[in-house]
């Protein structure tokens, strides 16, 4: 009931940027918390930086300095800004929203399709 939609991602050179956003629609009643998260092949995924409400982050540390996670709370759209990118940041990148749903004020935790961020080396 509570859809994400992202975009952003593609092909970048290394040291380039990409900026992804991922935008919440449906019976949203508030938004506890918005992330990203990341999966390369082969490996786990793993978080890559997540906002809460109250304005909190918390990146990875393989990111920190490089990358810029915000929010934009009128539009229930939540962006990562990638600068500097390595080849190590190519993975698909899955957006993850938390909150209470309209109404009856249920929980959700919904996650986006994914996209592919791929950085040439």
């Known amino acids: 009931q509570v859809k994400l939609v992202e975009s952003g991602g593609g092909l970048v050179q290394a040291g380039g940027s990409l900026r992804l956003s991922c935008a919440a629609s449906?019976?949203?009643?508030?938004?506890?918390?918005m992330g990203w998260y990341r999966q390369a092949p082969g490996e786990q995924r793993e978080l890559v930086a997540t906002r809460t409400s109250s304005g909190t982050t918390n990146y990875a540390d393989s990111v920190k300095g490089r990358f810029t996670i915000s929010r934009d709370n009128a539009k229930n759209t939540v962006y990562l800004e990638m600068n500097a990118l390595k080849s190590e940041d190519t993975a698909v990148y899955y957006c993850?929203?938390?909150?209470?749903?309209?109404?009856?004020?249920?929980?959700?935790?919904?996650w986006g399709q994914g996209t592919q961020v791929t950085v040439a080396s």
């Open positions: 449906g019976s949203i009643g508030s938004i506890g918390s």
């Open positions: 993850n929203v938390k909150g209470l749903r309209s109404g009856l004020a249920f929980p959700f935790d919904s």
